[in-house]
Every structure is written in C-alpha cells, then in structure tokens.
C-alpha cells in the first residue's frame, strides 16, 4: 500500500482503533514510519543479533556464543570476515554492573571491543585495547552508576543498559595445537555480576559453528516491534526527545505496549519496505569515493570523527548514522590498527552487481598493506554473507591462489567457478545484488596518499568468463 495510493475515502472507512490510528492521515504516518527506521538502524540491528543470541543459541545473559571454526555463511550478521573465528555475548545492565574478565594475551589472542546500545564503541579490549594484551577485569557500569569499583578493574561507562561483545580469537599459528589453545583461551573469559565476581558461577560456553544464527533485521512491522522493544529498555538520550514524540503517533511509547492495528502494521510494512530501499540504493550515497575517477567507497568520515556516536557539534548526522549500521556492527575504539576498507557495489560502468554476470577484478602487483588484505563477498540486501554461499572470501594466504606473472592477482566473481580459475573465485548468487569489501590490514602510504590504486570491476562476457586462461 504505496503511500501515494492511500486515498481519503480509505482514510473514512478504516476503523480507528489506537492512536496512531486516529491522529494523522495513512500518508503522514507512512514518512513518519521511514524516518523512524532510518533513526533506529543502530538500536535495532542490535536487537536482531540480541533475538539470534537468544532464540538461534539458547543463550541467555551471562552467557558467551563462539564459534571454533571459521567463520562460514550461516553467521547472518553483518560485514563479518570469513577467515575470523568469533566469540560474542549481549550483555544488560539494568540489574547493575557486570564483571569480564579478559585473560592474558600469551600466543593466541582475543581482539574485539565492547560496544552499547546504539553501537557507540566504548572500549577495545586485547593487545590494542585498553589492557593491551596483558588482561583485565572491566566493569562494565550502568548509566550515572555511583557505587564503589574494585581495586585493578577498568571501569568503563556506558550511556545505555544494553550491549554486546564482538571478538575474534587469534592463534598464533596455523597448527591444531595453535588452534587448540586459541579455543583454550576463548574459555578463559567469563562474565558475571560484580556482587558475584570474587567467587564467579561456571561460565557457559556454546559453541555456534556450523549452525545457523540470524541477527538481520526485517524490514516488516517486526523492525517496529523491535524498535518499541529498545525505546522502552533504555534512557532517554537529550538529543533524542523530538524523535520521540514522532514515535508517538505510531504508537511506540516509553511505559507503554506497543498494539499497532491491521490498518497501521499494513504501514508499517510498506514503509519498512521502502526504509529497506532507501538503506540499499542509498547506502553509498552517504559514503565517499576513494579515488575520484572510480567506483571504490569508503564510510563518511564523520562516523570515525565522532567515535561512531555520529553526533557533530552541531547536529546528529541520523543518515550517516543509518547507513553506516545497515552496513557494519562492533566498530572499534582505537581506529590506528584498523584495516582500510573499501566497498564496490558498481562495476566499471555504474551497473550493479549481480549474480546473473560474472566478473573480474585485477589487483595491481605491491599491494601496500604490511600483513595481509581480502576481498570478501556479501549480499546487497543484508550486508551479510550469501546464504548457502561455499566460498566467501579471497586472501593471498589462500592455497592455490594464482599470481601473474607481473605480481597482480585476477580474482573472479559468478555463479559459478571458470575454469582453471577455481582457487581465484568468490560465489555469487543468481539474481541477487551483491557487493565486494576489500581490506587492507597494516594499510601503507601508498594507500592513503593514492598512489597507488584499485581499478574498478570489470563485467565479462560469460563465456570469457568459464574459459578463463
């Protein structure tokens, strides 16, 4: 029901059963309904993967979801890294502050950060987080906490009750028993409530590998349901109090069910639908083009700026903000040891990728990343992997890997692999959209001062494809 087909006479007839219902015509709760989507991308991209912790892993708060293999398409959560073994929980802290205790870096490691509510990244923790690698007991305190921190712990503040985790365990080589003792450590960790820290109960561990554990976002009136969910289990931030009387009129309110009748979640739908276009086509628009004359994207900049809270000082950028966490979750505190990353969801002429063509992206020889760089693969729509996807992901430690004979690299993207070219391929999906994410770990010089650059993907006639030499 496209807001430009709902007529006066549809606005007499329907029953007036809530006050969303009752208050403003079908048109303007629709726009309100968009822009309460667009608003709420941080807080309910966080419930998604809440409801996948709770319903996909039977985990409930306390406890700590790993996976002890890579990571493969069954992990629907956004801009993940094929190649990372994962260790993530929701945490809340509404009952008051939690105690977790991060072992000692020693060999194999755990990176990650710890990040609220609205996805705002509050500390890192690992060898380039706050105990830089040495461990730590963080108490994670709740908001305008004023009670008393133990001796050796690292506080750290957060504005809202809600938040998560999001680690990647390290090994320290390519063994099983590497790989042995990087799951060792994974086990090391615990979190619990501070009154119960000195003596912690057992820590639950659950192991996700091979299973699924689907934290996307709907976009239906669940996005709705949702977003209602997370106003009501947080504080009320300043610069959020105009949003919250537009809320109003859908019928989401602090204290208060959320009921919407027939006619209003018939809206919701349709607006949540068009919140998903916006998100899709227009996801790049609030990105910047790395080189001038490509079709490489890099985030805004304001995001980085702002440690990820996206407020400036003198506006809340909401659609940075959106589309930023459309796209990506578990920002890191400290970006100095971040990868670079750049998107490409256009080919060399503008046209979109899709899994209907096939494709070739030349990497020029000396790429100037000092460990490593991927292309990885995701799907358009979601910014998660591509269900039932075998090959994800791309990196030049990859066995078989093709070089030419210049030190560039020729990296095929289809449906299916061409032949002789198989080690060089990334799966994609026939007829869906999809989108590349290159990074670049220990980005170089000739990276930021562009020297050095990326060309843009190219389409191939299908049969040049299969029968690449």
């Keep these: 029901m496209p807001a430009s ?63 002890s293999k890579t990571a493969d398409w069954k992990i629907q959560t956004t801009a993940l890294n094929a190649t990372a073994r994962y260790v993530y929980f929701n945490f809340n802290l509404k009952n008051g502050p939690l105690v977790l205790d991060v072992p000692p870096a020693i060999g194999p490691a755990l ?33 305008n906490y004023t009670g008393k921190i133990p001796l050796g712990h690292i506080p750290l503040s957060f504005r809202t009750f809600n938040g998560y985790a999001l680690m990647r365990t390290v090994p320290a080589g390519p063994s099983y028993a590497d790989l042995e003792k990087a799951i060792a450590l994974v086990k090391k960790l615990s979190v619990c409530p501070l009154p119960e820290s000195q003596n912690p109960p057992e820590q639950r561990f659950i192991d996700m590998s091979g299973q699924l554990f689907d934290g996307i976002v709907r976009f239906d009136h669940s ?41 209003l979640r018939a809206i919701l739908d349709q607006a949540a639908r068009e919140a998903h276009l916006w998100f899709v086509a227009g996801a790049s628009l609030h990105e910047d083009l790395y080189w001038a004359d490509g079709r490489w994207t890099t985030p805004s900049s304001v995001g980085a700026e702002t440690a990820f809270s996206f407020e400036t000082d003198h506006y809340l950028d909401i659609d940075r903000r959106a589309a930023f966490f459309f796209k990506s979750h578990a920002a890191l505190a400290r970006l100095a040891k971040a990868p ?49 996807a075998i090959r994800l992901q791309i990196n030049p430690g990859d066995h078989g890997l093709q070089k030419n004979v210049d030190g560039s690299f020729d990296l095929y993207f289809g449906a299916a692999a061409p032949s002789r070219k198989e080690s060089n391929w990334i799966q994609t999906t026939p007829g869906k959209n999809w989108v590349v994410a290159l990074r670049f770990h220990g980005p170089e010089k000739p990276l930021f001062d562009k020297t050095w650059q990326l060309p843009d993907i190219e389409l191939l006639p299908t049969a040049q494809a299969r029968k690449a030499a």
């Design 5 to 67: 087909l709902i007529s006066d006479e549809t606005n007499r007839k329907r029953p007036r059963t809530t006050r969303a219902s009752s208050e403003l015509s079908l048109q303007t709760l629709h726009r309100r309904a968009i822009e309460a989507a667009i608003w709420g991308m941080p807080i309910v991209s966080v419930d998604a993967m809440r409801q996948a912790f709770f319903r996909d892993a039977a985990a409930g708060y306390g406890d700590i979801v790993f996976w």
């Design 111 to 143: 990176h990650g950060s710890l990040v609220d509510a609205w996805q705002v990244p509050v500390s890192d923790v690992g060898p380039h987080g706050t105990d830089q690698g040495t461990g730590a007991k963080y108490v994670l305190l709740p908001p």
């Design 223 to 263: 996005l709705y349901v949702s977003l209602s969910r997370m106003v009501n289990e947080e504080p009320l931030l300043p610069r959020d109090l105009a949003i919250m009387g537009q809320l109003r009129v859908l019928g989401i309110e602090r204290d208060k069910p959320f009921e919407p009748d027939p006619f």
């Design 340 to 388: 670079l990353q750049l998107d490409a969801s256009s080919d060399s002429e503008g046209r979109p990728l899709n899994g209907d063509h096939d494709y070739r992206l030349r990497i020029p020889p000396k790429v100037p990343a000092s460990q490593s760089w991927e292309a990885t693969v995701y799907d358009a729509e979601s910014f998660a992997f591509l269900r039932h």
